[in-house]
């Protein structure tokens, strides 16, 4: 029987497939999704798996069973499935493990306008009717599903929000890791003033190449070699099912996605002047003080996409951003997409003519740690213990905040955060400060503690 607590995470459904995911339990997830979301029609779109047409097909046939029509657009990346919901205006299902390896699948749920289905919206219940085995019953008259493609359009909006002028051709590499770009990315960037260079853009689920993971730096070695061999002048990597884009510079440096934060949350401060712009706890200070010099309200935010998108709606913010790679715009229903991420940053490379490296290094002012993962007995004891030695140790001790594990800001450009991870015993740790000598020393302070 499967582990439903497993299964059912705190964002999305993703297990191993035929153990914890088959297509009769993806049948009655579409079944359960109708209840939930009270809807009479759905949209549902899928990555390059294996196993994905026969959970596609099983939870279409669940949502019919249900009494839902539902519009299969076939495939697709996860923002295509957030054009499709927020377009059209009602539920949808994407079913795709994201970066998980080749055994894997998953369905990631949204209402509609893109409205996330996570832990405190509604995927608790699903869980809860699955474990008790509460599903509804066939109804006298199912709905029936159709096929509609909706590639052109969600390239043809892409575009409509982001105009890449013809003053500067750019070269760039995409890896799309066997992915879901390789099928998107063709359609959105033709006809622009770019020359592609396509790298592994034949879709396998069993990622043949290399994980669909541009968050692992081993994943990013053959787009750093083949940018510098080709003489582009930028790289993008997209994860599996494209909602994440990662870039790396002409000299196949990778560049920081707070970077990016920052960059971005510029462009749209030209457009709507005295927006806020939601940024999560790990995110550098770098973009928070851009943020501000470009007149904006940085609105600070726990990680993780369902916490984006909820202070994103409180705010009305145009541009969200987190350093894991998710990037959340107000003109894209608020959902997070890799594809229009990278046309901005295609777009501010082309309006001007110094190399990436330079423009980026605008928006880089401190040096970070990256994440740092510790295994630990009891994370709520640990984080008490570091708290109790940071908290008015330091003279220059500025604040110290749990709204994300713990915060620690210490001045001169230095500040931490400890968070617990939710599935394992794990403490992930986030360091800044303004030169490597300075990180490197409140990295190890902290690390005493944790192991």
């Known amino acids: 029987m499967t582990d439903y607590s497993r299964l059912v995470k705190a964002y999305d459904i993703r297990g191993e497939v035929p153990t914890q995911l088959d297509p009769v339990i993806a049948e009655r997830i579409g079944a359960l ?9 759905v949209v549902v779109a899928r990555d ?29 990346s996860t923002d295509y499935l957030y054009y499709a919901s927020g377009s059209l205006d009602m539920p949808g299902a994407m079913i795709t493990a994201s970066h998980n390896p080749a055994r894997d699948n998953g369905i990631k749920l949204c209402r509609a306008a893109a409205s996330p289905v996570g832990e405190g919206t509604g995927l608790e219940l699903i869980r809860t009717w699955l474990e008790t085995h509460d599903i509804p019953k066939p109804v006298r008259h199912p709905g ?28 760039v590499v995409v890896d799309a890791a066997n992915g879901m770009a390789g099928h998107t990315v063709p359609t959105v960037l033709a006809g622009l003033p770019l020359e592609l260079v396509p790298l592994y853009f034949e879709l396998d689920g069993s990622f043949p190449n290399h994980e669909a993971n541009p968050l692992d730096p081993a994943n990013l070695v053959d787009l750093q070699a083949k940018v510098r061999d080709s003489g582009a002048d930028i790289g993008l990597a997209f994860d599996g099912d494209a909602d994440r884009c990662f870039f790396v510079d002409e000299r196949g440096t990778p560049v920081d996605p707070s970077a990016i934060v920052g960059l ?12 806020a712009i939601v940024y999560n706890v790990i995110t550098s200070a770098a973009a928070v003080e851009i943020i501000r010099e470009h007149g904006g309200r940085p609105v600070r935010s726990r990680v993780g996409h369902s916490f984006m998108k909820a202070r994103m709606a409180e705010y009305d913010a145009v541009f969200g951003g987190e350093h894991s790679g998710h990037y959340y715009f107000r003109d894209f229903w608020r959902a997070d997409t890799g594809m229009l991420t990278a046309l901005h940053v295609l777009a ?35 984080l008490d213990e570091v708290e109790a030695a940071f ?10 905040d749990r ?31 303004a030169d490597r000598a300075a990180m490197t020393e409140l990295r190890d302070r902290v690390l005493t503690f944790i192991r």
Not at 33 to 41: G, P, Q
Not at 264 to 274: I, S
């Open 264 to 275: 971005v949350a510029a462009r749209e401060l030209t457009r709507h002047p005295g927006a």
């Open 391 to 400: 908290r008015g140790a330091d003279g220059a001790t500025v604040a110290v």
């Open 33 to 41: 999704f109708i209840r939930l979301t009270e809807a009479t029609c």
């Open 48 to 76: 390059m798996r294996a196993t994905s047409p026969e959970l596609a097909a099983a939870f279409a046939a669940g949502a019919n069973s249900a009494g839902a029509d539902v519009i299969d657009t076939g495939l697709g």
């Open 403 to 433: 709204l994300d594990g713990l915060t620690v800001e210490l001045g001169d450009g230095r500040w931490f955060n400890l968070r617990p991870s939710n599935t394992e015993p794990l403490l992930r740790l986030n360091v800044e400060a």
């Open 348 to 382: 501010a490379l082309g309006e001007q003519h110094r190399p990436l490296s330079e423009l980026v290094a605008e928006y880089s002012r401190y040096t970070a740690s990256g994440e740092i993962n510790s295994r630990v007995t009891n994370t709520a004891a640990t």
């Open 144 to 171: 029936v599903t159709t096929r509609r493609d909706l590639l052109g359009s969600y390239a043809a909006h892409l575009n409509s929000l982001v105009k890449i002028k013809g003053d500067r051709r750019l070269k």
